[in-house]
């Protein structure tokens, strides 16, 4: 019998499954980037599953995180015209809108940043956040002045968590796969550690960072904290509040 991993979740959660097992395809079709292989998904006696290749991870090092950086940035390079993907997924256990876009300036304010803001008013957070979205939303087109991206392949969630090491080789899992700036994945490496100088020297080597994205780095990282508050609660309030106010 072949050593898998199995997640399992109710009947309701095969789409969720469904849209995982697209996207670790859609990354291991790229050959860039070790995924585990996809092995079985369906339901059954009244459960959702997805069955996966169990990895036995191992602690990282420098080298195979020099690897992973240079493997991330020729992922990077599988582009598409349009920003989104084929299917909705994921992001934790939040819907992730994926309908696909020209502009990706209305692609995020819309499908990510928005969704996020909305969801968090309905769950109790308060006007002024949803005031300080609004300034944010009216301030977008400074941060992209000078700064054009490529609807770029991402992992989607790619946080200290989400990979490791299996035979000094990386391998990454648990993506949000969806096509956008390129620089979101890299926020989403700074926003709670588990990436080391390696990574970002032979990230930077492949493919230079573009001037102006460590403030883009913190509109991606809202994203995220805006998910953890919605998933987690009141804990990451005030997090999403600094990151709003100075990004207005």
């Known amino acids: 019998m072949r050593n898998t991993f199995r997640k399992t979740g109710p009947e309701s959660d095969l789409a969720m499954f469904e849209a995982e097992a697209d996207g670790l395809n859609e990354l291991r079709a790229t050959g860039e ?55 909705d997924n994921t992001i934790g256990l939040t819907p992730q809108r994926n309908d696909l876009t020209d502009n990706w300036i209305v692609f995020f304010l819309e499908h990510r940043l928005g969704f996020q803001v909305e969801l968090a008013v309905a769950n109790g957070y308060g006007a002024e956040l949803s005031d300080l979205a609004v300034q944010l939303a009216d301030r977008l087109p400074e941060l992209f002045a000078d700064y054009e991206p490529q609807a770029s392949l991402l992992h989607g969630d790619l946080w200290g968590g989400n990979w490791g090491s299996v035979d000094g080789e990386p391998v990454t899992f648990d993506p949000a796969v969806y096509f956008g700036d390129r620089e979101s994945d890299i926020a989403m490496t700074m926003l709670f550690g588990g990436f080391g100088r390696a990574f970002y020297e032979a990230y930077e080597t492949n493919w230079p960072m573009a001037a102006g994205h460590m403030q883009r780095t913190k509109l991606y990282q809202l994203y995220h904290v805006l998910n953890h508050l919605n998933l987690f609660g009141r804990s990451y309030l005030g997090r999403a509040m600094a990151l709003l106010r100075e990004l207005t």
């Open 33 to 87: 980037v070790r995924v585990p292989e996809v092995i079985d998904c369906g339901t059954m006696n009244g459960q959702s599953y997805i069955d996966l290749e169990r990895l036995q991870l191992e602690p990282t090092t420098q080298e195979c995180e020099r690897r992973f950086g240079e493997q991330l940035a020729r992922l990077h390079r599988h582009t598409q015209v349009q920003f989104g993907w084929f299917r």
